[in-house]
């Protein structure tokens, strides 16, 4: 639908184009949602924009993520409507010409500037900041047209960086780093102000783009995940403890109890009419846990040791074992220490992992684990391997894999790279996808996605 | 369907009027709220532990005067508990009482009446002759089983008793349900509701709060103590300090006679707002010191 077709239905049809756009977004808006959004429109006084936004959200938007792709559409929907609207209108800003010229001394002005309004937070500074850039950096040169690079090469010529930069004189604000979502935000306004110089240019709207995975997902630095895992292995617990329940009501298998048997007996005249079976013990989780830290996961590891230490927290029965070249077993160091910092330390310090060339021997690391625990495997305990399968060109020992899954009763792999990489290179996490269920996991939804598909068995095998 | 007495004008009025029963609310939260009064519809409020979701509710009930109804959930929680009940040992009494005489069927037509009905909170709040605001606290700590049966409740108001018929609602309550976040809710039941996520108030919202409630408390300290909450809530914690928290903390400090939180008093103190052993460590080595440095400075 063209947007010349809704703009005579007024707001209603501003309104259902705007549902269709959360629709698109993979938010669930049914005509039911959509009904009381108009019911409220019809209590609240709409023209006030906060109270429009609310409204709209209290109706439409129904968890917390949900809450966060609602404001992005709802920015980026009035936004594209409010210049299409002054695309055709023939509204121009006029004020643009005389930051035309802007000398390298100037620029060093203009960075300071920003820089002291992101430290303070001031939103309206940094939106009027945004569109002097904008302007600037029109001049100086032509963009690339892909508004996501030039954002990014706006940022780097300003030197916004988030991390300290210690070479810079005291005075400079920028000196210490900027706060990260001061920076986030100024990205947006950078972006929202090339979309609006490019809608002026061309007197047409570009087509919508869908929101990036990225612009969705919360942001969180890796630490402040750790409650959020915390709370996922929580319900993993809590999942793999009321599993058993389920499985016993498919399984016929049943050992006779005989001496209640016979006891029963005694009411019948010795005669076995009622069998009287044993209890089934819901059985304990065993859950043994390999860890990969070697460089070519530093990134995600502190998301795995995070993982590992909230599984720790949980289970009792539980083997966590660290490996880069070779295999260490790390229970101890989690059974003592409580503090994540203090566990991550411990690992990194004196955990004692061999560690001669940095590199992962997948090969080496079986046998080993296996050596290790061979007796202990039984088909009650669940194997997880946290790692990237990237053998550095090692022999990769599926066989041994195959005998460690073989010997456990679940295996499951967690892969810390976007699948798209998956056996690319020395990747090769299809030699042991065989023999388990591999996850892509770099997130803590992802984690989550892991833990739902542990609940549903049937269908663990078919993802 | 007659509504409260007192049904307000607009969103500020229920701001004012929360405001005035000792409640703080949000922009969001007075609208939401306002609308909660204007349609009848029930509102799932979600949010961190601590940020005043049951508190809206109670707020919200004596600011329109009417009763608090409060179904606490738990794991396994099931329709006796919630619905109804037969009070089965006076049906029992009274079959023994009338045991000779009477004709089966006239016992069986007596003991089934609402005389022998246990009405647990969600029956209550349906069947009472004023307007209630019912609290369904916690509404993530049951199954999924329990959700379905509120469905009934929540769209139609109606509850079905097989030996008495359907119970409708003589009034139209207001329906809060509370959620942790700790499981998804189906579909069905969020689709019912208007939705309201509850965050950490902002720094000044806070510091009105903290004065609110410990109004004896000076300005300075007030707004020292609001941005060290600050300051431990960002911190990576297991437990976060709550409203409440912050709250108790204030009355803490003022019992106590604080002039400043400094390194001394926060040591001290420190465990009304954090809970746990190994975030105590965490907060006293992040916060403890960046309290010490402008003191020594000074």
Known sequence: ?463 | MPTSSPSPASIADVAEGLRAVGYLPGESTALVAYLATKLGKPVLVEGPAGVGKTELAKALASYLGRELVRLQCYEGLDEAKALYEWNYRKQLLRIQAEASGTGWDAVQDDIFGEEFLLARPLMTAIASELPVVLLIDEIDKTDQEFEAMLLEVLSDFQISIPELGRVEARTHPIVLLTSNNSRELTEALKRRCLYLWLDYPSLEHELEIVRLHAPELSETVARRLVEVIGMVRALDLKKPPSIAESIDWARALLLLGAEDIDADTFTETMSVIVKHRTDMDVVAERVGLKLRSPADVA
């Open chain 1, 1 to 463: 639908m063209s947007p010349e077709d809704v703009s005579a239905e007024g707001l209603p049809g501003r309104i259902l184009e705007f549902g269709e756009e959360l629709r698109g977004e993979g938010i669930a808006v049914g005509t039911s949602e959509l009904l009381d959004a108009f019911e409220v429109l019809g209590e609240i006084n709409w023209v006030s924009e906060e109270d429009f936004r609310e409204g709209l959200a209290a109706t439409l938007a129904k968890s917390q993520e949900d809450r966060r792709v609602f404001e992005l559409v709802f920015d980026r929907f009035f936004f594209r409507a409010v210049e299409l609207a002054a695309a055709r209108h023939g509204v121009q800003e006029e004020d643009r010409a005389f930051l035309a010229e802007l000398s390298e001394r100037e620029l060093d002005a203009l960075r300071a500037q920003i820089a002291a309004a992101m430290r303070d937070g001031s939103e309206g500074a940094m939106r009027d900041l945004a569109r002097m850039t904008i302007a600037a950096f029109a001049r100086r040169q032509e963009g690339s047209g892909v508004i996501g690079v030039d954002v990014q090469r706006i940022r780097r010529a300003l030197g916004l960086r988030a991390e300290p930069q210690p070479e810079l004189p005291a005075e400079d604000p920028r000196r210490d780093g900027l706060p990260r979502d001061a920076l986030r935000r100024f990205e947006a306004l950078l972006r929202r102000e090339l979309e609006r110089s490019q809608i002026e240019r061309t007197g047409n709207l570009p087509p919508a783009r869908p929101l990036g995975e990225l612009d969705r997902a919360l942001p969180s630095g890796p630490l402040a995940d750790l409650a959020a895992v915390h709370r996922v292995v929580a319900q993993l617990r809590r999942r793999l403890a009321t599993q058993g329940l389920q499985a016993r009501g498919h399984r016929h298998r049943a050992h006779v109890d005989v001496r209640r048997t016979m006891r029963a007996s005694l009411q019948t005249g010795g005669v076995p009419v009622v069998l009287k079976f044993r209890p089934r013990r819901p059985r304990r989780p065993e859950i043994y846990v390999l860890c990969d830290v070697s460089t070519s996961v530093t990134s995600a590891s502190v998301f795995f040791l995070s993982v590992l230490h909230a599984l720790h927290d949980t289970f009792r029965k539980m083997r966590s074992f660290v490996f880069i070249e070779r295999i260490s077993e790390v229970t101890d160091i989690f059974e003592k220490e409580r503090s994540f910092k203090a566990v991550s330390e411990r690992i990194a310090g004196d955990a004692g992992v061999a560690d001669i060339s940095g590199y992962t021997d997948y090969g080496r690391v079986w046998s080993e684990f296996l050596t290790q625990v061979e007796d202990d495997l039984n088909p009650r305990s669940t194997v997880i391997v946290l790692g990237d399968a990237r053998t550095n060109g090692r022999d990769p020992r599926a066989d041994v894999f195959a005998q460690i899954a073989a010997r456990a009763g679940r295996t499951f792999w967690l892969n810390p790279e976007p699948r798209l990489y998956w056996n690319y290179g020395d990747s090769v996490i299809a030699a042991y996808e065989e023999y388990c269920t591999a996850f892509e996991c770099w997130t803590t939804a992802q984690l989550e996605d892991f833990v739902r598909a542990l609940t549903r068995p049937a269908i663990v095998g078919a993802r």
